[in-house]
């Protein structure tokens, strides 16, 4: 039987009826005697356009496209629009961060490419042959969408000021991690951000707090903080902790950024979080995990400063009392007291990259000056 929807395509390129008819996929066979297929192929089409055989009665034909026929020639090419879609889209949204901040990379490109390799699937199982004659379109179709799509999402990010944040990180004293290349500071009044994004419940978060509430003392006046401890169905239970929920800062070094959950049950939700907060969350803390630390927008910490193992079965005056008289439990006071160091020569290493004179301490602690020297 002809294929009357090759035919038609290969007309739309210009091929004239005698290049039609010697194509194979065309399936045409002029009929015994007939020396010009071109020509009796041409007949035999308008013949079948106008509706009547060559006896000239009313021809009764099959339905020109059925279901399954346009269903598969749909799903073929749309496969491919859709995957070619998923794959621009991917490296734009994944390498360029305030794209990814607006729309997230992976999920909505498994969600493309799960969708588009359905479409191929069902094409193959409806497969017509035809693949080869459809594929630069969709091609060519979904190559345009995804650069549409990308840099509109792009242009959007720039309007909105959502930070562009390198994604190569290098290792850092203390476990920290810098940026490479670095980032433009996070600046709020010309003073470099201090972000803390964590929960009450999390005794991750809790154990960290006294390094983090002791940093903090140094560099300003902390005011509004509150003692409680970590959730009690969790791992290490009821950990003493520093809570920052109500917390007032004020300071001539840094500006201080807190989103901490103050649900202190096991299915404790978060804040909602600013586009440049989730900027640095997507970049660098892609899972969520707390508690989450970034200095100056150059240097971040993911996960626990200090082991809450070793303050179980305390309480918060109890941390309270040693970080005031080490003597009375020096190495509680000296696990917390060393990542408040490192803390600290954070602080003063971005002070120093924004131009800032840093603290006091930052030339007169010993162990402050050598942490600075080793950060890049």
């Known amino acids: 039987m002809v294929d009357w929807d090759r035919v038609e395509r290969l007309r739309s390129k210009g091929m004239d009826w005698e290049e039609i008819a010697s194509d194979p996929k065309v399936n045409y066979t002029a009929p015994e005697g007939v020396e010009d297929s071109g020509r009796a192929l041409k007949t ?137 290349p670095r980032n433009t500071p996070w600046e709020t009044n010309s003073l470099p951000v201090v972000f803390f994004m964590g929960s009450i419940a999390c005794p991750y978060c809790s154990a960290s707090s006294w390094a983090f509430q002791a940093a903090l003392q140094n560099v300003g006046t902390l005011t509004g903080t509150q003692y409680g401890t970590s959730n009690p169905q969790d791992v290490y239970p009821n950990t003493p902790e520093v809570e920052f929920v109500s917390a007032t800062f004020v300071s001539n070094y840094i500006s201080l950024d807190v989103k901490e959950g103050a649900d202190d049950s096991s299915t404790a939700s978060m804040p909602a979080l600013s586009l440049d907060e989730q900027a640095y969350v997507s970049t660098y803390d892609g899972q969520g995990s707390i508690p989450y630390f970034v200095v100056g927008g150059i240097y971040v910490h993911v996960g626990t400063l200090v082991d809450p193992s070793i303050l179980q079965g305390m309480s918060p005056s109890t941390v309270a009392g040693i970080m005031t008289n080490p003597s009375s439990n020096p190495s509680v006071y000296n696990a917390i007291h060393q990542q408040q160091l490192y803390f600290e020569a954070y602080i003063v290493k971005a002070d120093m990259i924004a131009g800032i004179t840093p603290p006091t301490f930052g030339s007169d602690n010993g162990t402050v000056q050598s942490i600075v020297s080793a950060i890049s």
């Open 44 to 180: 035999l089409y308008y013949t079948r356009k106008s509706g009547r055989s060559q006896s000239g009665k009313k021809r009764v034909d099959a339905p020109k496209a059925t279901f399954s026929g346009q269903f598969k020639n749909f799903l073929i090419p749309g496969g491919e629009g859709i995957l070619v879609l998923g794959l621009v889209w991917f490296p734009v949204a994944y390498f360029v961060s305030y794209v990814g901040v607006l729309t997230p990379a992976v999920p909505y490109v498994i969600l493309v490419l799960v969708v588009g390799a359905v479409f191929l699937a069902l094409g193959a199982v409806f497969g017509t042959g035809r693949l080869a004659d459809n594929w630069k379109k969709p091609l060519a179709l979904g190559l345009v969408v995804g650069l549409v799509i990308s840099g509109g999402v792009a242009l959007a990010g720039v309007s909105l000021g959502v930070p562009n944040l390198a994604r190569v990180t290098v290792a850092e004293p203390g476990g920290w991690q810098g940026e490479t």
